[in-house]
């Protein structure tokens, strides 16, 4: 059960860091513009990892990890 709300938790903030993600990439703004490359490469790098995690959590479990309550 706490898999899920971990797995819930980091994909809301992983769906949040791609839309600011969106937004670096596709602004207009003349202060994102100016630090285009900066931002670029620390949202990605925040995203990425992000994205994978929460891939990785919606994972089934194998079955040789079952380790509930004996």
């Known amino acids: ?3 899920k709300i971990i797995a819930v938790v980091v994909t809301v903030i992983a ?3 791609i839309k ?3 937004v670096i ?4 703004d003349a202060d994102i513009v100016a630090k285009r490359d ?3 490469l ?5 995203t990425i990892p992000l994205v994978i995690i929460s891939l990785l959590l919606w994972r089934p ?4 990890e ?4 004996q």
């Not at 990439?25 to 207009?28: C, D, L, P, R, V």
């Not at 079952?66 to 309550?69: L, S």
Request: aromatic share 6%.
């Open 1 to 3: 059960m706490l898999r």
């Open 66 to 69: 079952d380790h509930g309550p």
């Open 25 to 28: 990439f596709t602004s207009t």
């Open 38 to 40: 900066q931002l670029k």
């Open 15 to 17: 769906l949040w860091a």
């Open 42 to 46: 620390a949202s990605l790098s925040i």
């Open 61 to 64: 479990k194998p079955k040789g």
């Open 20 to 22: 600011e993600t969106v």
